[in-house]
């Protein structure tokens, strides 16, 4: 079973998922512009900051990818903005371990600092929370479309009880021809 085939095409939650990647992606490339406007060498490691935390031109390079790959994201929407915020989350958490391992050592060519490994952890926290908003939970709600989806033949029992209820309460939902009989149930007319 894949991913892709788990997940409904449409829904309300698109729009979180949209706006999400769209937010972090601007402040990614607000850094990122920030960086640039500082003009450091590539691999600078001299400490410069910029927003409180030390940046060189590789850093603000990847940052202006990763920035404009969430805002093609949130343009296409739907299960790829989704899928693509639980991705740069987790790679944004996985740098921030990485480069708490690196911290004053010559590994250390994106010039992090422990502002930068805390803004990843946050960062991809929040990111990869945009992308597994409505779709990762043990305790989705029967509307939910992810629950409906892993669960067809339950919604389908459901749907038949409400649609049965509807019709038990309202004479005037059922079908031509068909009267509620004495108890409330439907009854032919022949």
Not at 112 to 132: P, Q, Y
């Amino acid at each position: 079973m894949k991913l892709r085939d788990e997940l409904p095409v449409d829904h309300h939650l698109a729009t979180v998922y949209r706006y999400g990647a769209a937010v972090c992606g601007l402040v990614l490339l607000a850094f990122a512009a920030l960086g640039f406007a500082d003009a450091l060498t590539p691999f600078d490691t001299a400490g410069d900051t910029v927003a409180g935390m030390t940046t060189n031109t590789t850093l603000s390079v990847i940052s202006t990818v990763v920035g404009l790959a969430l805002l093609i994201g949130a343009v296409i929407g739907g299960n790829f903005a989704s899928t693509l915020n639980m991705t740069v989350g987790g790679l944004f958490v996985l740098s921030g371990f990485v480069h708490i391992f690196v911290l004053d050592r010559s590994a250390n060519f994106l010039d992090f600092g422990m502002a930068n490994v805390m803004f990843s952890f946050v960062m991809g926290l929040v990111i990869a929370t945009f992308g597994m908003y409505g779709r990762v939970t043990s305790r989705l709600s029967h509307e939910n479309p992810y629950w409906r989806r892993r669960h067809p033949e339950q919604a389908g029992h459901e749907g038949a009880s409400v649609r049965h209820l509807r019709e038990a309460l309202d004479p005037g939902l059922l079908p031509a021809g068909r009267t509620p009989g004495v108890t409330g149930r439907e009854s032919d007319d022949a």
